[in-house]
């Protein structure tokens, strides 16, 4: 009852409006204000003004959407692409969120309607998220389209942005030497500007090229160089960005550390929302509690990351959340909610990326091959079945009800699986990833080499190496080559 009076009376309001000649001024002053409360914040601005800031505008997003749609019906481009760039902060902690993309594709085919600054912003922001999905050609020709509008201008800092998120997409496209170049050029110009948010960015950016090119005392280096910075600066949001990825490069070698800095990451998140931050923290940690077979805990924080997720609307942190949760799943051999949590990831991968990353997709379809053959075509194929007419939102009792079977809430000890005939318990205890990581040793690679096949560091090859020993209670090369030939592993 009471909302439909409301109806009623905006109704009544509405066309009352339009008979006085005056609607078109007053939506026009609506949009206006949303837009300039969207441009009220700048990145240099405290962490205060931005949780503030962040609220105001999940308050008042429908009348920010009101406000887009407004000047898309209009055509007013330049003003909804104001609006849109202005909301860049808000977009990147809601973890970039479906209604981003619809924005965007309103937004493309307009770009030369709209002043170069604000066009290039969108354009960064456009190649953050085509980097995500994969689409890393179209990301860098973003990238390359501002350094061309901006080259020489007096927006230096909008370029420096661009430069350096086009480094992280040149190294996955595997031109190392590119995006070196580009990372020493811009620290040595940027280094003394006091700019002290673009040169931590750069430093962190940097950190990824030398982690992939096996560089870590480097890589460790920039990272607590650039997180130092942030912390003295008194940007604690953004520090929780470092902290998270600190956490995850010292997890395979000091899970103690990694810990810490990745609760630090989540105490930081729950101040000053960052939905990415918090997941890739509730991964971490979930990552380090799996290896220490501490199995209730990581799908406790596999939980908090699962629902983290959901509620921002953000595929991207889900694919990775349920891939986490395969791994676990097949640790304490629950073979069903194993393939039902791969079978989701591998939705919301096709859902959400518009083409695989090219290694990403091999080594997804190899993994694929290798969890048929463990659990057996006939389950796999029901369950795959299945999981495939299920929704998210379906799904996640679903999990919850596994945990609870599989792990009780007092032991970390996992239960037998029902109904399903286990391999033999070494195996069963190996995950995906290190089954893949033995295939690729017993057929002779280095850790270099198995790191360059995979995208991953020999440094992280080197941890799982040592996981895989333990758990076969193996001590050589030789043993571990024995045993993969005696299991079918090659």
Request: glycine share 4%; proline share 5%.
């Given at each position: 009852q009471y909302f439909i009076l409301l109806e009623t009376l905006r109704e009544f309001a509405t066309e009352h409006l339009q008979q006085s000649g005056n609607s078109d001024e007053l939506f026009a002053r609506h949009a206006h204000y949303y837009r300039e409360l969207a441009e009220s914040y700048r990145e240099e601005h405290s962490d205060e003004d931005f949780a503030k800031w962040f609220a105001d505008i999940a308050h008042a997003f429908s009348n920010i959407r009101a406000a887009f749609n407004l000047y898309r019906s209009t055509k007013q481009w330049e003003h909804a692409g104001r609006l849109f760039a202005a909301l860049q902060e808000y977009w990147l902690a809601r973890s970039l969120s479906g209604e981003t993309m619809l924005w965007l594709e309103d937004l493309t085919p307009r770009m030369q309607e709209i002043s170069i600054p604000i066009r290039c912003a969108i354009y960064n922001l456009a190649g953050y998220f085509l980097r995500d999905i994969g689409n890393i050609t179209a990301a860098i020709a973003n990238y390359r389209e501002v350094e061309r509008l901006l080259t020489g201008t007096e927006y230096t800092k909008l370029l420096d942005a661009a430069k350096s998120s086009m480094g992280i997409c040149l190294v996955l496209a595997g031109d190392f030497s590119t995006a070196e170049a580009t990372y020493e050029e811009l620290l040595s110009r940027i280094q003394d500007s006091g700019d002290i948010i673009s040169i931590a960015r750069t430093m962190l950016h940097y950190s990824y090229i030398c982690g992939r090119t096996n560089r870590d005392d480097m890589a460790a280096t920039l990272l607590e160089q650039s997180t130092e910075?942030?912390?003295?600066?008194?940007?604690?949001?953004?520090?929780?960005?470092?902290?998270?990825?600190?956490?995850?490069?010292?997890?395979?070698?000091?899970?103690?550390?990694?810990?810490?800095?990745?609760?630090?990451?989540?105490?930081?998140?729950?101040?000053?929302?960052?939905?990415?931050?918090?997941?890739?923290?509730?991964?971490?940690l979930a990552g380090i509690s799996l290896r220490e077979e501490l199995y209730a805990e990581a799908g406790q924080y596999l939980l908090r990351g699962l629902r983290v997720a959901r509620d921002a609307d953000s595929v991207r942190n889900l694919i990775p959340v349920m891939l986490n949760f395969t791994d676990l799943f097949q640790s304490i051999a629950a073979y069903e909610a194993t393939v039902m949590c791969f079978a989701c990831a591998n939705t919301l991968m096709q859902d959400f990326m518009t083409e695989y990353h090219t290694a990403f997709g091999m080594a997804h379809e190899e993994e694929t091959v290798e969890l048929r053959t463990m659990v057996g075509e006939a389950l796999f194929d029901r369950v795959w079945r299945q999981t495939k007419q299920l929704t998210m939102t379906q799904i996640e009792p679903l999990i919850e009800s596994a945990l609870n079977e599989y792990i009780p809430a007092t032991s970390t000890e996992a239960r037998a699986p029902a109904n399903v005939t286990a391999p033999p318990p070494a195996i069963a205890t190996l995950t995906i990833r290190e089954t893949e990581i033995l295939r690729l040793l017993a057929q002779g690679l280095s850790n270099k080499e198995i790191g360059e096949k995979l995208f991953i560091s020999e440094r992280t090859v080197h941890a799982h190496v040592r996981s895989i020993y333990s758990k076969l209670d193996i001590s050589s090369r030789s043993a571990a080559t024995r045993f993969a030939v005696e299991h079918g592993i090659i």
């Open positions: 910075l942030l912390r003295k600066g008194g940007f604690q949001r953004r520090t929780a960005i470092n902290l998270a990825t600190l956490s995850d490069f010292y997890a395979p070698t000091d899970p103690h550390r990694a810990r810490a800095l990745a609760n630090e990451a989540l105490e930081i998140c729950d101040r000053f929302s960052n939905k990415p931050c918090e997941v890739r923290s509730l991964l971490v």
